[in-house]
Nanobody, 114 residues
Framework: VQLVESGGGLVQAGGSLRLSCAASGRTFSINAMGWYRQAPGKQRELAAAISSGGATHYADSVKGRFTISRDNAKNTMYLQMNSLKPEDTAVYYC?????????WGQGTQVTVSS
């Protein structure tokens, strides 16, 4: 499976963005997937995950503000981010959940200005 992230950008605090993760291959629908993020000088961390059946899990830092979803017919996963904060600034990546080495894409930069 090849994963390509898109949808990042520059937004003011309190704003919203919607990220997309397009997956190639025929096994996307059976895999749990996750959105990860890496802020400057920090380790990559899980932001949200979704099972093949749609069950979701969120990091405490994004709970109530971010919504992860998937469209298996389109082989695409989304991350709706609302009420963005400067501390959400990071490069956002999609990968399997748990993460699998070798599946990282280039990511998409999200910058939230105060």
């Amino acid at each position: 499976v090849q994963l390509v992230e898109s949808g990042g950008g520059l937004v003011q605090a309190g704003g919203s963005l919607r990220l997309s993760c397009a997956a190639s291959g025929r096994t996307f629908s059976i895999n749990a997937m996750g959105w990860y993020r890496q802020a400057p000088g920090k380790q990559r961390e899980l932001a949200a995950a979704i099972s093949s059946g749609g069950a979701t899990h969120y990091a405490d830092s994004v709970k109530g503000r971010f919504t992860i979803s998937r469209d298996n017919a389109k082989n695409t996963m989304y991350l709706q981010m609302n009420s963005l904060k400067p501390e959400d600034t990071a490069v956002y990546y999609c990968n399997h959940y748990p993460r699998r080495p070798g599946y990282w894409g280039q990511g998409t930069q999200v910058t939230v200005s105060s």
